[in-house]
């Protein structure tokens, strides 16, 4: 990191190192697209070394480089050659949950676009995606299918807690799972792994279950998990004994998570369970979470939101669900929300 505190600066300073922060973040896509934590990942190299294996600028590199130092990312040592630190090693490739395709994806040309209009999303409610890129998020992605396996691969890093789940949650009460809007299966594979009596639907849209057919082409456990193309929005495969939903509902309206619910209502079994792993917002209060910019993100991107307890609790309800446990996942991204359907 810099030499200097934020606590030392004026509150003029402070402001203008946010605003610019936006330029950090397109720096740090352009080091992950470059790959320069994996060139110094056996070794340290000069940035003329860095230049020729990236067919870059050699002084515009430099210029780059000694910017990222201020902010703990490389360093230069007494031979003038670049090394990683700790930060820069979490953008490595094969680094344990490697953050280079999150950071790659989190500053593509679509994100970006609909942010610059955050004051019309103030203004109307409405997600500015569509207005900006002419594609809604789903939309560009299909769009741009390099894009979409980037944000894929930058999702990976939210499904790195299924070890953590598994300790907090016991899944071998079930014989049957449905993971609706599983993405490749990822958390899904886990739960089968761990529990070998039990069996796995994976629900997503056609372009997913595409991917995830690959994914578990040489899997262990092909014989026990099913992949169903659909939409959530119509219907549901019925009868299951568990259903889970991770990280699904904040990309949508309340409207629509009612509507999602709702369909989870018509399939699901009286006996069955819903699980829902979703970020849980804190009540109001001055407390800095980091939940509060992703909510924002998702206000801006796709019209969702992040929720409290008491707004999940609401539509749950409205749904014909009962809240029966909340539990709190260590190192997660996450909380476990469990509900169970009310029987009319």
């Known amino acids: 990191m810099s030499d200097f505190k934020l606590k030392d600066l004026s509150p003029q300073i402070t402001l203008l190192e946010m605003a610019e922060a936006y330029r950090v973040s397109i720096a740090l896509k352009t080091i992950a697209e470059l790959g320069i934590a994996d060139l110094l990942k056996d070794s340290a190299k000069t940035c003329k070394e860095l230049a020729q294996a990236t067919a870059t600028h050699e002084s515009s590199l430099y210029r780059l480089l000694r910017a990222m130092i201020s902010k703990g990312i490389f360093r230069e040592n007494h031979l003038g050659c670049f090394e990683n630190t700790p930060l820069s090693e979490a953008l490595c490739t094969d680094a344990p949950n490697s953050v280079r395709d999150s950071v790659r994806f989190i500053s593509v040309d679509g994100n970006i676009q609909a942010w610059m209009r955050l004051s019309d999303v103030i203004k109307t409610g409405n997600p500015s995606y569509q207005d900006a890129t002419g594609f809604n998020s789903w939309e560009y992605r299909q769009h741009y299918p390099e894009i979409g396996e980037l944000f894929n691969r930058h999702m990976s890093i939210f499904t790195s807690d299924s070890d953590q789940i598994l300790n907090c949650y016991d899944f071998s009460a079930f014989k049957s799972i449905v993971d609706i809007g599983g993405g490749i299966g990822v958390l899904l594979q886990k739960i089968l792994e761990f529990n070998h009596e039990i069996t796995g639907i994976l629900f997503d849209i056609p372009s997913v279950i595409k991917q995830a057919i690959t994914h578990f082409k040489e899997s262990e456990i092909t014989n026990r998990i099913e992949l169903i193309e659909g939409d959530f929005f119509k219907k549901i ?31 699901i079994p009286d006996q069955g369970k819903l699980i829902i792993l979703e970020t849980i917002m804190p009540h109001q209060g001055n407390k800095p979470d980091p939940s509060q910019w992703a909510d924002l993100h998702m206000m801006v991107t796709l019209g969702g939101r992040e929720r409290t307890e008491k707004e999940y609790n609401a539509l749950l309800s409205q749904a014909n669900f009962k809240l029966t446990q909340i539990r709190n996942i260590p190192n997660s991204f996450s909380e476990l929300i469990e509900a169970i359907p009310i029987c009319l």
């Open 237 to 267: 495969p019925s009868g299951y004994d568990a259903y889970i939903l991770k990280h699904v509902l904040h990309n949508w309206s309340d409207y629509e998570v009612c509507q999602i619910l709702e369909r989870c209502r018509e399939a």
